[in-house]
């Protein structure tokens, strides 16, 4: 079977590794591997998603270059993992949006901008985007309702289906079959190790990151970052179903749940993602891939704008400048969705499902 | 480490330290503890510190009870008669018991200084209950310790290499360093020296064992080259341990000369036979549970003509034992195998024949002392023989792997070193692989070197520290 040169070295690593096992204390990836004796590509696949980069087993190595056996764990796993994402991209025609991931980004803003004050300009005209509108409903007369539902509601279907679709093509062209999909006790073990960052804690002391000393702050800021994410996600639900089961209009007031839980939501993001970004400039680059660098870092300042635009739009929704403001707010969400299974947000969908094998995996062995 | 080393110059430490494995490090932190000002350097460049210490993976020490990454108590007497068993009584029974009760709980003293032991749960090995795990291994102890050492204020130098000590009437005076090219004189009021074997001289391995030590691979760090042990015993350092005796197992002859380290280990010997190359049999590949017998195997291969020998296992055994490094040679048939390994294919199936044809049929059990053995050859197989007839045939290229040596200086149970006079040293103090055969006069039991240079280590750093305190006075 064919095999890519980060798959070969991936697997040329691991047969090391298990000759060793000094690491397997860190986490999830090496007592995956010790259930091996050798390695196919679809176990690299799932290996290479199953680390988080945390870089312990780097530090930990006493075969890292110089020396020659010229281990490298984390830069390894995460070429190879960067394979993976966009060979298990959907469609495949997109597959080349990871490589110019900084490009796609550019463009998707600019086409989503031009789009949404476009057809606002076109549509409602200068005086009403530019004046001030307050009280029930206002975002309306800027955006009418249906344009405001019907929009986002087709991106997210099409995101859930391109995730779905992604997710499937991970499991299948990773061996995962049926029925260890359908495992109840894999997924609560994945989702518990997801909502408390398990593998971020490496042994105990955290992640080696930026550097050579164990921290806790790459953990503590991504929880800064999913939590946010997560109650932003919620809010944005929550508006939408008080809209329309309810029938209450938005602009909700203040002390609303779903401007409440936005609001603490992106005052998370803010800080998650600026600290994750200066951890990007303290890094030690031995043990990092630089092809994923752009892709990185793309995401979270996308993140950053998304969050920081939302505050923004709050805080001065109730002045002229909230036409505007809605505009650039809602064009930052449209592109982190439309670009979200083509960037670094996939990273969230197979290492679930990477999670959600190796429960499996371990059940099976236990038994 | 620039402006240090010029704001150091013409100081004299209270302590210095050579060496930067586990032993030096143990004695630096607690000489620094102690008050005293602390010079470490460590020959190697900073991305190989560590020595030996940097390969290894657990140690064993006495315990009342089991805790987190201990299963259950190991007392100071079944640790003794461990230690009577594998060095068969070649041991110093005063310094042996001091050792073991100096090694209670040190566990706690490691944590506080850094060192992540693995949950015991998780063992691949059967000693979770003696033996406790590094997380992430040596290396990622020594990382801890320099970590340490260096917030506790200890200098530390690498790329220094220590070729000459002065040394007047048995008394440390200065030591002699070539650190990146310069000549440097470095002086303090007490030494400790943990500076390892001379496992990785090849030239000294020579004197004993002639030119077969062109054939050895050094398990572990190329730095340990004995220097500072030749230079103590040429200046009046009392010996200590057998010259000649070295502790080598059988590794993967496809291993790098220096420095491969634990992945080398081959584990297939006791499931198939082992030829030379001549394609005989030269000793009993089932005798006894691996563990026990793998140091063995070091030595046997090192005495057979240019020091090779082949494991050969078929199909049913390829995945009793830990995987290898590298990959099997594999064959269809004996005579294949025999190609493909340079032995003569004759010869090789005779000896697979007459194996096969004595070996009597029994239950096979790999993790017991089984009785299926052979019946008329010689040597035997005592266990876990069973006929070597199901395709894919698969080969090992064996030879020895040097672990470390036993010479070294004698101390006493202040970790003193002994002077040939008979008289103590007042201020040399050494730690480590370069006086556990004071304790190990033979044989191994695994994770007793890290016990030796922990315990002796921190009574080295203490008593350098109070002797330069004393003569500060
Ligand atoms: C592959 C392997 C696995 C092992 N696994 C285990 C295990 O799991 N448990 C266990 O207990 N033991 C194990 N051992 C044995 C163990 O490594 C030693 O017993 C232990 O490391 C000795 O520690 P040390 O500090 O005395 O020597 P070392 O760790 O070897 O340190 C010696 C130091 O001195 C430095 N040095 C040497 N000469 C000079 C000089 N002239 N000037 C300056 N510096 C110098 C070296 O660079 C080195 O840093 C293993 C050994 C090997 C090879
Ligand atoms: S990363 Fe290095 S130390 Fe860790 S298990 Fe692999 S080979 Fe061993
Ligand atoms: S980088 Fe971290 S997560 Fe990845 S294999 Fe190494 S220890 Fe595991």
């Known amino acids: 079977m064919h095999m890519s040169a980060a798959s070969k070295e991936v697997q040329r690593v691991m047969t090391f590794c298990n000759a060793c096992r000094y690491c397997e204390g860190y986490c999830a990836v090496f007592p995956a591997m010790e259930l091996r004796r050798t390695f196919s590509s679809q176990d690299l696949s799932y290996l290479a998603n199953l680390c988080h980069n945390c870089r312990d087993c780097y530090y930990a190595c006493q075969y890292t270059p110089p020396h020659e056996f010229e281990l490298n764990i984390p830069k390894t796993m995460a070429e190879l993992r960067l394979e993976t994402y966009r060979e298990f991209c959907w469609p495949k025609g997109f597959r080349g949006l990871f490589k110019r991931n900084v490009l796609t980004l550019v463009l998707a803003i600019l086409v989503c901008f031009a789009v949404i004050f476009g057809t606002m300009l076109m549509f409602q005209g200068k005086e009403v985007v530019f004046s001030n509108h307050t009280g029930s409903a206002a975002f309306y007369k800027i955006i009418p309702y249906q344009v405001l539902v019907t929009v986002p509601v087709t991106i997210a279907l099409l995101v859930l289906l391109v995730v779905a679709k992604e997710f499937a093509t991970f499991w299948r062209r990773t061996g995962g079959s049926l029925p260890s999909f359908l495992n109840l006790r894999a997924h609560g073990i994945a989702v518990t190790d997801v909502l408390f960052l398990k593998y971020l804690e490496g042994g105990g002391q955290g992640c080696t990151y930026p550097d050579g000393q164990f921290s806790m702050v790459r953990r503590w800021l991504h929880h800064l970052v999913f939590y946010g994410f997560a109650l932003c996600f919620g809010a944005t639900v929550l508006a939408a179903f008080y809209e329309h089961f309810l029938h209450l209009t938005s602009p909700f007031p203040v002390f609303s749940l779903p401007v409440i839980l936005g609001t603490i939501g992106g005052i998370a993001i803010l800080p998650g993602t600026t600290g994750l970004l200066y951890l990007k400039t303290k890094l030690d680059r031995a043990p990092a891939t630089g092809k994923s660098t752009a892709m990185d870092i793309g995401f979270l300042i996308l993140l950053f704008m998304v969050s920081l635009t939302g505050l923004l739009l709050l805080i001065f929704r109730e002045t002229p400048a909230m036409g505007t403001l809605l505009a650039v707010h809602l064009g930052f969400v449209a592109v982190f969705f439309l670009t979200a299974p083509y960037g670094k947000f996939v990273h969230a969908i197979f290492r679930y499902a990477a999670l959600v094998k190796n429960a499996d995996e371990q059940i099976l062995s236990k038994l | ?473």
């Open chain 2, 1 to 473: 480490m620039k402006s240090n080393r010029n704001q150091n110059a013409g100081k004299v430490f209270d302590v210095l330290v050579i060496g930067g494995g586990n032993a030096a490090l143990c004695a630096a932190m607690t000489a620094r503890e102690s008050g005293a000002s602390v010079m470490l350097l460590e020959g190697a460049p900073i991305h190989f510190r560590g020595g030996n210490s940097r390969h290894t993976r657990n140690l064993r020490y006495a315990h009342d009870k089991g805790n987190g990454h201990l299963t259950g108590p190991y007392l100071e007497d079944e640790f003794y008669n461990d230690l009577l068993q594998v060095t068969e009584g070649k041991t110093d029974e005063r310094l042996a018991r001091h050792t073991i009760r100096q090694s209670k709980d040190i566990g706690l003293w490691m944590e506080r200084h850094g060192c992540r032991f693995q949950p015991s749960m998780r063992g691949t090995l059967h000693l979770d209950r003696t033996n406790a795990f590094f997380l992430g291994g040596g290396k990622a102890l020594m990382n801890a310790y320099y970590s340490q050492a260096e917030k506790m204020g200890v200098n530390i130098s690498y790329e220094s290499d220590v070729y000459d000590l002065e040394i007047k009437d048995g008394r440390f005076v200065a030591a002699r360093v070539k650190v990146s090219h310069s000549d440097r004189r470095i002086a303090a009021k007490s030494v400790v020296v943990a500076s390892g074997g001379f496992q990785a001289d090849i030239k000294w391995l020579k004197k004993y064992w002639g030119d077969a030590a062109d054939n050895f691979i050094v398990r572990g760090t190329p730095y340990d080259k004995g220097r500072m042990l030749k230079v103590l015993l040429d200046k009046g350092a009392e010996p200590v341990g057998d010259p000649k005796q070295c502790h080598a197992v059988a590794i993967d002859a496809r291993s790098p000369r220096f420095d491969g380290g634990i992945v080398t280990r081959l584990d297939c010997v006791p499931f198939g036979i082992t030829v030379n190359k001549h394609g005989h049999r030269f000793y009993d590949e089932g005798e006894h549970f691996w563990p026990k017998r793998y140091a063995i195997w070091g030595r046997l291969v090192a005495r057979q003509e240019d020091q090779i020998a082949y494991s050969i296992i078929d199909s049913k055994s390829l995945e009793l034992f830990m995987p290898s490094v590298f990959p099997p040679i594999e064959a269809e048939s004996i005579q294949e195998l025999a190609g493909k390994l340079s032995l003569s294919p004759s010869m090789l199936e005779k000896t697979v024949a007459d194996f096969n044809a004595s070996v009597k049929g029994g239950s096979f059990d790999a993790g017991a002392l089984d009785d299926c053995l052979t019946v008329g050859l010689e040597p035997p197989k005592s266990h876990w023989a069973r006929t070597i007839d199901r395709p894919p045939f698969y080969g090992y290229p064996l030879r020895p792997g040097i672990t470390f040596t036993y010479l070294g200086v004698r101390v006493n149970d202040k970790s003193r070193v002994m002077m040939q006079n008979g008289n103590l040293s007042a201020n040399m103090f050494a730690a480590g692989e370069i006086m556990s055969g004071n304790i190990l006069g033979k044989g191994y039991m695994a994770g007793f070197g890290m016990t030796i240079g922990t315990v002796f280590g921190r009574i080295a750093g203490k008593e350098a520290a109070r002797h330069a305190h004393e003569r500060s006075l």
